[in-house]
């Protein structure tokens, strides 16, 4: 019998499936080995050695192996065709090797980038060695990780500036507070527009001001009202007369885009299905497990030549002739470094949309498909024609501009985000030509104001960190998620991220005494010796001592700042935000305002504390100033203040607390055992079940279905008394699905 092991169960059970008898599959569930969770795991003194361990939970899985290997006459390692999938491979030969299985047992590695019958069968015949450079890049990059976490994390816990620093996740959050340190500091400039409307004969179109008594109209010429009244004074009345001067007429084609990588499929997936990362690698890994699609962790945009002459086959046979281009499209890969997979994301087979998919699933393998198929497809074809008009007082000379798609060609299948907004702005002019009167009847003046750049959403946010070379495939999902997790950004209903009080602080801090470690081009060189080490450009152990030397300095020459200082640099960089007009005097006494830290996470105090106790939580009223004069009057003169606008009193009901805007029952307190820890804890707690969510209609029992994210036993979704349990919100089609299940059982 030949053992093949791979990463997941359900990838297992579908392996299994083509290989038949003699073959048994099972599935390590992902890594089965880390490093040991403590200091010195990484031996900084000893070539980096590193100490492992078998993940807590993990030892189930081992012992499955290990039974299975006892019956086995060879072991396929068939873990995922990446870095961590070659390290996965790594760690389970090591653990067998260590634990005397292997005697007398042939070692294989196989890797597919698809699972198909033909791939496996393919990667079988094709066994290789399990690849050094690529372990090595993985040890390096693990290395790289646990030295900043154990570094750096006890820096920031010692201090309660933050939960943890990650090598990438720190850059992503400080190009989001920088970005919004762009919108704060952002001043609107006005300018105006000018456009008209122009009749030529009974067709009547729009036309922009271009030129004005022979200067060029650029974006910001015009600058104020006046400036516009004084040129409609000198345009004239409606009505004016005007004449085509120049008409352009040509013939344009837009090319079909690459097909995916797994970045643009995460922003593309983001901006057609609104999917956060998370949930679009959660479903693309689905549907590569059934054998739907290519590996979905790849930065390479080519596709396999049987792969083209089949989509091209189908494209002939479902649209005609005249959408294939003459010869095959090709792609070449922007990424430096394309190593993690040979191919783009892509179906495995292309004679149909796969059939009984639903949720996510099915509506992330439509936008595969779709973008696959698309991308072989000939140009789509459009006539554009732009004409110039001259008032006849030669004042104004007003731009028009047309197009019309005269064929449809990869745009039959799918449009990207862009192609649909030049589609709206394509309008189409009536028939001109130089010489042709034209009446303007109407001037359209129009005011407005520059923007600040956009807030990230984590479809730019992944772009702009694959256009710096920060993070490979295999982490953007991880890093959008982490963020968020750590409470260092938030995202508002239109899934754009900003920074909370907590991202703000970690990012300054950073900023200041971790200068490297938040810096692009240091971040992204850092990702180019790991590709280099992946290639066997570089050794694993001169990557890591380049590294760690700087790094290391960094550490050491962060233990020794005094508390105060961290402060005051945090409070330099946060002042503009904390206090936008200047207004950082305290209402109390005077003395200056500035950023706090606790335990709780950083609050605005007085200089003179403890003298002064004003202090006022970020971002929101000041908790003091929501307690009404009559109820301020009811306080008794025993109440105890906590600290941080929080006191503990007795009330007619018992003892609580209040910040003066929420009172929580503290009845297993009193004066001397309260602490303001225990009552800041007790007021973050209090109140914390959220509103349900509707979802929607059930069809089956006319009935609403809402999620509950939190309930005695976790999340959960719920219908006319009916109640299943649930990670997280579940899309429509499937709440109904899990809702109408629980009613058959009943």
């Known amino acids: 019998m030949n053992l093949l092991i791979v990463e997941s169960p359900s990838k297992a059970k579908t392996i299994e499936k083509y290989l038949g008898a003699g073959w048994r599959v099972v599935a390590s569930v992902g890594h089965v080995r880390d490093l040991v969770p403590e200091n010195g795991s990484v031996d900084t003194e000893n070539k980096f050695k590193m100490k492992w361990h078998i993940?807590?939970?993990?030892?189930?899985?081992?012992?499955?192996?290990?039974?299975?290997?006892?019956?086995?006459?060879?072991?396929?390692?068939?873990?995922?065709?990446?870095?961590?999938?070659?390290?996965?491979?790594?760690?389970?030969?090591?653990?067998?090797?260590?634990?005397?299985?292997?005697?007398?047992?042939?070692?294989?590695?196989?890797?597919?980038?698809?699972?198909?019958?033909?791939?496996?069968?393919?990667?079988?015949?094709?066994?290789?060695?399990?690849?050094?450079?690529?372990?090595?890049?993985?040890?390096?990059?693990?290395?790289?990780?646990?030295?900043?976490?154990?570094?750096?994390?006890?820096?920031?816990?010692?201090?309660?500036?933050?939960?943890?620093?990650?090598?990438?996740?720190?850059?992503?959050?400080?190009?989001?507070?920088?970005?919004?340190?762009?919108?704060?500091?952002?001043?609107?400039?006005?300018?105006?527009?000018?456009?008209?409307?122009?009749?030529?004969?009974?067709?009547q179109f729009k036309a922009i001001l271009n030129k004005f008594n022979g200067q060029k109209i650029e974006k910001m010429t015009i600058e104020n009202k006046q400036q516009i009244d004084d040129m409609l004074g000198e345009l004239g009345t409606p009505n004016v007369a005007a004449c085509v001067i120049n008409v352009d007429k040509k013939k344009t084609s837009r090319k079909p885009a690459a097909p995916f990588t797994t970045s643009t499929l995460q922003q593309e997936a983001a901006r057609k299905l609104y999917f956060s990362s998370k949930r679009t690698m959660t479903a693309a890994q689905h549907l590569y497990e059934q054998g739907l699609i290519t590996y979905m962790r790849t930065d390479a945009t080519n596709l396999n030549a049987d792969a083209v002459t089949e989509i091209r086959n189908f494209i002939g046979?479902?649209?005609?002739?005249?959408?294939?281009?003459?010869?095959?499209?090709?792609?070449?890969?922007?990424?430096?470094?394309?190593?993690?997979?040979?191919?783009?994301?892509?179906?495995?087979?292309?004679?149909?949309?796969?059939?009984?998919?639903?949720?996510?699933?099915?509506?992330?393998?439509?936008?595969?498909?779709?973008?696959?198929?698309?991308?072989?497809?000939?140009?789509?074809?459009?006539?554009?024609?732009?004409?110039?008009?001259?008032?006849?007082?030669?004042?104004?000379?007003?731009?028009?501009?047309?197009?019309?798609?005269?064929?449809?060609?990869f745009m039959r299948v799918y449009t990207?985000?862009?192609?649909?907004?030049?589609?709206?702005?394509?309008?189409?002019?009536?028939?001109?030509?130089?010489?042709?009167?034209?009446?303007?009847?109407?001037?359209?003046?129009?005011?407005?104001?520059?923007?600040?750049?956009?807030?990230?959403?984590?479809a730019s946010l992944v772009k702009k960190l694959e256009e710096l070379g920060i993070g490979r495939p295999s982490t953007y999902a991880t890093i959008m998620s982490t963020i968020v997790d750590r409470e260092y950004v938030e995202q508002d209903k239109q899934r754009r991220f900003h920074p909370t009080n907590g991202g703000w602080v970690i990012a300054s801090y950073l900023n200041k005494y971790f200068t490297d470690l938040v810096d692009v081009n240091f971040t992204a060189k850092t990702e180019d010796t790991l590709d280099d080490v992946s290639n066997g450009k570089q050794d694993k152990l001169t990557a890591l001592?380049?590294?760690?030397?700087?790094?290391?300095?960094?550490?050491?020459?962060?233990?020794?700042?005094?508390?105060?200082?961290?402060?005051?640099?945090?409070?330099?960089?946060?002042?503009?935000?904390?206090?936008?007009?200047?207004?950082?005097?305290?209402?109390?006494?005077?003395?200056?305002?500035?950023?706090?830290?606790?335990?709780?996470?950083?609050?605005?105090?007085?200089?003179?504390?403890?003298?002064?106790?004003?202090?006022?939580?970020?971002?929101?009223?000041?908790?003091?100033?929501?307690?009404?004069?009559?109820?301020?009057?009811?306080?008794?003169?025993?109440?105890?203040?906590?600290?941080?606008?929080?006191?503990?009193?007795?009330?007619?009901?018992?003892?609580?607390?209040?910040?003066?805007?929420?009172?929580?029952?503290?009845?297993?307190?009193?004066a001397e055992t309260i602490t303001l820890e225990i009552a800041r804890d007790l007021l973050a707690n209090a109140n914390k079940k959220a509103e349900p969510v509707k979802i929607g209609e059930n069809p089956q029992t006319k009935k609403m279905i809402f999620f509950y994210p939190t309930g005695r036993y976790g999340a959960y979704i719920s219908s006319d008394r009916i109640n299943v349990s649930v990670k997280s919100q579940p899309d429509l089609e499937t709440a109904i699905k899990l809702i109408n299940n629980k009613i058959k059982k009943k």
């Not at 290990?66 to 072991?75: C, H, Q």
């Not at 997979?341 to 009984?356: G, L, S, V, W």
């Not at 005094?562 to 946060?574: A, L, Q, R, Y």
């Open 55 to 203: 993940m807590p939970g993990k030892e189930k899985q081992i012992k499955l192996i290990t039974d299975e290997l006892k019956k086995a006459d060879a072991v396929y390692l068939a873990s995922d065709p990446d870095r961590e999938g070659e390290a996965i491979a790594w760690h389970l030969l090591d653990i067998l090797k260590t634990k005397k299985l292997l005697k007398d047992k042939k070692v294989y590695r196989v890797a597919f980038h698809e699972i198909t019958k033909k791939a496996v069968q393919a990667a079988i015949e094709n066994p290789r060695e399990i690849d050094k450079n690529l372990v090595d890049a993985y040890l390096v990059r693990r290395a790289l990780d646990y030295l900043i976490g154990f570094g750096i994390s006890p820096l920031l816990w010692r201090r309660n500036l933050g939960k943890s620093a990650g090598r990438v996740q720190s850059v992503a959050v400080k190009l989001v507070v920088d970005r919004e340190k762009e919108i704060e500091s952002f001043k609107p400039q006005e300018y105006w527009s000018l456009e008209s409307l122009c009749t030529a004969e009974s067709a």
């Open 317 to 409: 046979r479902e649209y005609g002739d005249n959408f294939l281009p003459k010869s095959a499209n090709v792609y070449a890969t922007k990424s430096k470094n394309a190593q993690e997979a040979h191919e783009a994301i892509r179906p495995t087979h292309f004679d149909a949309p796969a059939k009984n998919l639903s949720g996510d699933e099915a509506k992330l393998y439509d936008l595969i498909w779709k973008r696959t198929i698309a991308c072989q497809m000939a140009n789509a074809e459009f006539d554009s024609v732009a004409a110039d008009i001259e008032t006849d007082n030669h004042v104004g000379v007003f731009h028009a501009v047309g197009s019309t798609r005269t064929f449809d060609g």
């Open 416 to 458: 990207e985000d862009k192609d649909d907004d030049d589609d709206k702005k394509d309008t189409k002019l009536p028939p001109l030509n130089v010489g042709d009167k034209i009446v303007i009847t109407e001037f359209i003046p129009e005011q407005h104001f520059t923007q600040p750049p956009a807030r990230y959403t984590e």
């Open 545 to 670: 001592e380049n590294f760690w030397g700087p790094t290391n300095k960094m550490i050491d020459g962060a233990r020794g700042i005094k508390t105060s200082d961290i402060i005051d640099e945090i409070n330099e960089f946060m002042h503009k935000h904390l206090f936008a007009d200047d207004d950082d005097k305290c209402p109390d006494c005077g003395a200056k305002l500035g950023i706090k830290l606790s335990k709780f996470g950083p609050f605005i105090g007085c200089e003179n504390y403890p003298n002064c106790k004003y202090t006022k939580q970020l971002g929101k009223v000041d908790a003091a100033a929501q307690v009404d004069a009559a109820a301020a009057a009811q306080v008794k003169s025993d109440a105890v203040e906590l600290g941080d606008g929080i006191e503990f009193r007795v009330g007619k009901f018992g003892p609580y607390v209040t910040d003066g805007a929420k009172n929580v029952a503290a009845k297993q307190y009193t």
